[in-house]
C-alpha cells in the first residue's frame, strides 16, 4: 500500500484587489521574503478555452518559517507596495494603495 505523504508546513494565501490596476490585478507580481527566502508568483488570468486560473496566490511556508515576512507587490499600473504578514494558514487581502510599509 502506497501512502501519500506531504511533509509538514504552513500556506499563505494572498488576493489581490486592484484600484488604479485592473480590479482582479492581472500581471501583478507577488515576492514573498521570509528571512533568506523569496519566492515570486504573477497573477495570470485564463489558461485556455472556456478555463481560468485561480486568482488567489498561494505559498507553501516551511516549518522553519520566521514571520513577519515581507510581502512586495508590483502593481500592473507600476506601483509597488509592501506589506508585513505575520499569519500563516489564512488568505491575505491586499488592496492596492493601502499596503502597511
Given amino acids: 500500500m502506497v501512502i501519500n505523504k506531504t511533509p509538514g508546513g504552513k500556506s499563505l494565501r494572498i488576493r489581490l484587489v ?3 490596476s485592473n480590479r482582479d490585478a492581472f500581471g501583478a507580481r507577488v515576492e514573498l521574503k ?4 523569496k519566492s515570486v508568483r504573477q497573477v495570470v488570468g485564463g489558461g485556455s478555452y472556456a478555463s481560468a486560473n485561480d486568482l488567489i496566490i498561494h505559498f507553501g511556508i516551511p516549518e522553519s518559517g520566521v514571520f513577519p515576512a515581507n ?3 508590483r502593481w ?3 506601483k509597488s507596495e509592501n506589506w508585513s504578514v505575520s499569519e500563516t494558514d489564512r488568505e491575505w487581502i491586499l488592496v492596492e494603495g493601502q499596503s502597511t510599509k
Avoid: A, H
Wanted: without cysteine.
Fill in 18 to 20: 486592484g484600484t488604479t
Fill in 76 to 78: 500592473p499600473s507600476g
Fill in 71 to 73: 510581502v512586495q507587490v
Fill in 34 to 37: 521570509i528571512g533568506t527566502l
